[in-house]
């Protein structure tokens, strides 16, 4: 009865549009005041949840990847890649996924990483002959690896809730990452060619390559700096998105000088609204998730899942169908936060490594990008170019999505491909 309430009332609200963040505080409010748990508790687990030093990188992530997007440092990575393959057939669409691995080591939203290079890389292809909606489905496609490549919010959300090493899971994701968007990049290479979409019609030369090397030098040393900090041992990852804002700051103000005073305000407020955002649904989701616990759901539903099979590659398949239907209704925070406190207890049953499994599971999220009805990155891409998902969308994006989904396989097929780095650097020891 308890578990119906719970659940029945969310899936109901988002059934309706209501947004996530509400969905999640009516249905775990409405069964504490139900089963009387105590409205006392509300407040108290709303600040626990987000008062943690952890999430403190979270808005200074987003600040750094709003401040680059603004600064126009994308524009350098852009040209540099264009110029080295963009004559190739579907050029500028591999130049696009290969930006977006680039763009995924500084910003860690799949949003933020289709508006960014979705402004810089459609209008240029559909000038080049691309069809529109091939545009719009690759860029979203290669967003999504935004959120696998570190530094990665999904991986801070999942690693605070989980006690798994937040640095750990960053150095896990970039094998798995570059596998996605390999597999991204062979998708868009064959339907270009099915397509006849061509790249730019001279090759760089040597001088041009380099001399837009030059430009997007301090582009590329970004992920160098955030990311090398933390394995190197001198920051945590929240310090090191701290740092990533300073240098950010610093590109932007005497570099490029393309910062200024309105620019700054702006950076500052969407940050804001997008840092609001997550903090709700994160606040929300714990509230849900206590509630849920309390009432002794979280343990039914552990135990109902762990019955089903005490196979770990059966169990692994089974959860990345889960996600994969779940990622077509919910954003990846509130997913983690819903389904973790039920899938942990069993993956520690079944002796399934915690950083392995959240590596396949924010790939199984990436996917969920793409594939609608909430297909954020779709959603992002298909304004820009005055058009909602169509039909005509959708069948570009289809084959993109068929790619992640083998790729998602072969990671989770192959669990040395995600331990292997964090490992190899002694950042983590595996569990099992």
Not at 96 to 117: D, K, Y
Not at 379 to 405: C, H, R
Not at 415 to 420: F, G, K, R
Request: hydrophobic residues 60%; proline residues 4%; positive net charge.
């Amino acid at each position: 009865m308890a578990a119906l309430i719970v659940f029945g009332i969310f899936v109901v609200l988002i059934f309706i549009g209501t947004p996530i963040g509400i969905s999640l505080a009516t249905a775990a409010m409405g069964a504490i005041m139900n089963f009387d748990l105590g409205t006392a508790m509300i407040s108290r687990n709303f600040e626990a949840n987000i008062a943690k030093f952890p999430l403190v990188a979270i808005p200074f992530f987003i600040l750094a990847g709003v401040l680059m997007e603004k600064a126009k440092i994308v524009d350098g990575i852009s040209k540099f890649v264009i110029l080295v393959v963009g004559r190739a057939t579907g050029g500028l669409a591999i130049a696009a996924v290969i930006t977006c691995i680039f763009w995924g080591a500084i910003s860690g939203s799949g949003p933020a990483t289709a508006a960014a290079l979705g402004l810089v890389f459609i209008p240029t292809m559909i000038k080049q002959g691309y069809d529109k909606y091939f545009s719009a489905s690759a860029i979203a496609a290669g967003a999504g690896l935004s959120i696998i490549i570190p530094p990665s919010i999904a991986f801070i959300v999942y690693g605070n809730l989980t006690d798994v090493s937040v640095g750990a899971l960053f150095l896990g994701g970039i094998v798995p990452g570059v596998i996605v968007g390999l597999f991204l990049i062979i998708a868009v290479y064959l339907s270009s060619k099915k397509h006849n979409f061509r790249g730019e019609l001279q090759r760089g030369s040597l001088k041009e390559i380099g001399k837009a090397f030059l430009g997007a030098f301090w582009s590329l040393l970004a992920p160098v700096i955030i990311l090398g900090s933390i394995y190197a041992g001198i920051a945590t990852p929240t310090e090191s998105a701290i740092m990533g804002v300073f240098y950010a700051l610093f590109v932007g103000l005497f570099v490029y000088r393309t910062i200024n005073f309105k620019l700054l305000i702006s950076a500052l407020s969407d940050t804001v609204v997008a840092s609001a955002t997550v903090m709700l649904v994160v606040a929300m989701a714990g509230i849900f998730s206590w509630a849920a616990s309390t009432l002794g759901v979280i343990d039914a539903a552990a135990n109902l899942v762990s019955s089903l099979t005490t196979n770990k590659l059966v169990f692994l398949l089974l959860i990345n169908v889960v996600m994969l239907i779940a990622g077509m209704f919910l954003d990846a925070i509130s997913i983690t936060y819903v389904f973790m406190p039920i899938i942990l207890p069993v993956l520690l049953k079944l002796q399934i490594d915690p950083l392995f499994f959240g590596v396949v599971m924010v790939v199984a999220l990436a996917i969920g990008q793409i594939t609608p009805p909430v297909a954020v990155n779709l959603y992002v891409t298909a304004n820009i170019i005055k058009s909602n998902i169509t039909n005509e969308m959708v069948k570009y994006v289809l084959p993109l999505v068929i790619v992640s989904i083998l790729a998602l396989l072969v990671i989770t097929f192959f669990p040395q491909l995600t331990l292997w780095l964090p490992v190899a650097s002694g950042l983590y020891t595996p569990r099992f």
